[in-house]
């Protein structure tokens, strides 16, 4: 049994950061690709951004370089920092992996075989 548990959202005021943490366990040994998704209130949800194991990246167009993601190949963890934060960054933002190896991060979110329950980000004043 695999799960991913995201952690580190809550509430900020425009401009400032948060950094969110996906930890996966159970018998979880290896993500070839993680991800983080959101889900803004009343609509899709959509891609943030990937990481392959080797370290390729993809970012939605609308992050403009505020965010930054990374993975802890051995501790199969992924972050997302959040800097600039905006109120149209509310969201409840998810985490999914991919157990397979791809040699890009531009995957369909078909591929992800495990997501998290989300954790609640509020940017607001």
């Known amino acids: 049994q695999v799960q991913l548990v995201e952690s580190g959202g809550g509430l900020v005021q425009p401009g400032g950061s948060l950094r969110l943490s996906c930890a996966g366990s159970?018998?979880?040994?290896?993500?070839?690709?993680m991800a983080w998704y959101r889900q803004p209130p009343g609509k899709q949800r959509e891609l943030v951004a990937a990481i392959t194991s080797g370290g390729t990246t993809n970012y939605a167009d609308a992050i403009e370089g505020r965010f930054t993601i990374s993975m802890h190949n051995a501790k199969n963890t992924a972050y997302l920092e959040m800097n600039s934060l905006k109120p149209e960054d509310t969201a409840v933002y998810y985490c999914a992996g991919s157990r397979r190896r791809f040699t890009s991060a531009r995957i369909h979110d078909r591929n992800y075989d495990y997501w998290g329950q989300g954790t609640q980000v509020t940017v607001s004043s």
């Open positions: 159970g018998s979880a040994n290896f993500f070839g690709v």
